[in-house]
């Protein structure tokens, strides 16, 4: 089983800049999905970011042009780079990953993300 670990969230005013990391406890450069979603209070949890295994990338329409999402394969790493963010960010980040088509999603315990603005 793998183990998805983040860090990086924190209390930001608008327009700043944070960056989670989500290390996995094993290699997951060939996983079927990798990504970030988030959750903010009486929300449903929506996918922020993923990234696959040609490091073809896909973004929500919100996060477009301001986050960027990356992988260091050699780290068991996944990177998001949040860029003028806006209080609207303001959520539990959490890392998500499935192995393989059809297998369980693994999620990671979550990061807060506090944007003041």
């Known amino acids: 089983q793998v183990q998805l670990v983040e860090s990086g969230g924190g209390l930001v005013q608008a327009g700043g800049s944070l960056r989670l990391s989500c290390v996995a406890s094993r290699r997951i450069f060939n996983a079927y999905a990798i990504g970030w979603y988030r959750q903010a209070p009486g929300k449903q949890r929506e996918l922020v970011a993923s990234i696959n295994s040609g490091g073809g990338t896909n973004y929500a329409d919100s996060v477009k042009g301001r986050f960027t999402i990356s992988r260091d394969n050699a780290k068991n790493t996944v990177n998001l780079q949040m860029n003028s963010l806006k209080s609207e960010d303001t959520a539990a980040y959490y890392c998500?990953?499935?192995?393989?088509?059809?297998?369980?999603?693994?999620w990671g315990q979550g990061t807060q993300v506090t944007v003041s603005s």
């Open positions: 998500h990953t499935v192995l393989f088509q059809g297998w369980p999603d693994i």
